[in-house]
């Protein structure tokens, strides 16, 4: 579905991610982890056509060169951290924006019956159906992010790029997402790729795992196969599995 072939892209003329080779399947999770200042978010920027770059990427087999961005913009879909909202739409309104590629289509440019149908239908994914009248400013972190959810999947996209979204959720409505996003790329030609620094929702969520340093891969595969202990520590600089096993060993101890 997605391929990335000696990708290096940046900010200034200067590359922040270098060479980077990889191919997305459908029905796969590809998460990616690193340090700060790896190059993750750079590196789902880069897919979304919002940075220039080198090398190649494709959709499908369609250079997105070739593509225009409300073209791509019907195949993938950014979830990212909340923003600071500039204004004041409905819940309902604010998912009706996903829409937008496929409206933008239609002869009179007004949404369908079917995209109303839809929008409600997101809504109900993510519990917030009964919210749907309440001006998003009023509303609390988490359930302005499951709002930007819902309008990820309103866009109906076959690749949907995560870059953090769970910081603002709480523990609840971040392994809902989990969950909900692994069923959801278990779907007819459809993928998920995704940065997050919560290594245990990381590997919940992954099929494959990408791990990037200083712009580069590290390593890539199956998540079973290429997590080690002594890996993350040369990525992270610290001892991540001992630090882990300890917090275990807490957790343990509240459950007797």
């Not at 600089?237 to 101890?253: C, F, H, N, P, T």
Request: with cysteine.
């Amino acid at each position: 579905m997605l391929a990335l072939k000696n990708v290096s892209a940046g900010y200034g003329g200067a590359d922040v991610i270098k060479n980077i080779t990889v191919d997305i399947n459908k029905n796969e999770n590809l998460l990616i982890i690193g340090p700060n200042g790896c190059g993750k978010t750079t590196l789902l920027k880069t897919v979304a056509k919002l940075l220039a770059f080198s090398g190649e990427i494709e959709i499908n087999g369609k250079d997105i060169r070739k593509m225009k961005q409300k073209e791509i913009a019907r195949k993938v879909a950014m979830l990212s951290q909340t923003a600071g909202i500039y204004f004041t739409y409905s819940v309902y309104d604010t998912v009706m924006m996903g829409r937008y590629p496929h409206i933008s289509e239609s002869l009179l440019k007004l949404p369908s019956d079917r995209d109303k149908e839809f929008v409600l239908r997101c809504l109900e994914a993510v519990d917030l159906i009964n919210e749907k009248d309440k001006e998003i400013t009023k509303l609390s972190g988490g359930q302005l992010q499951r709002v930007f959810l819902a309008r990820t999947l309103a866009q109906d996209p076959e690749i949907i790029l995560l870059d953090e979204p769970t910081n603002h959720l709480d523990l609840k409505y971040q392994f809902e997402l989990v969950e909900y996003l692994k069923k959801w790329s278990m779907q007819e030609n459809r993928a998920v790729v995704g940065v997050l620094h919560d290594l245990n929702l990381a590997m919940r969520l992954s099929d494959n795992i990408m791990i990037l340093k200083d712009g580069g891969i590290q390593a890539c595969g199956r998540t079973s196969d290429v997590l080690t202990a002594g890996l993350l520590e040369d990525v992270y600089e610290m001892d991540v599995a001992r630090y882990m096993a300890d917090s275990l060993k807490i957790w343990e101890g509240l459950r007797k």
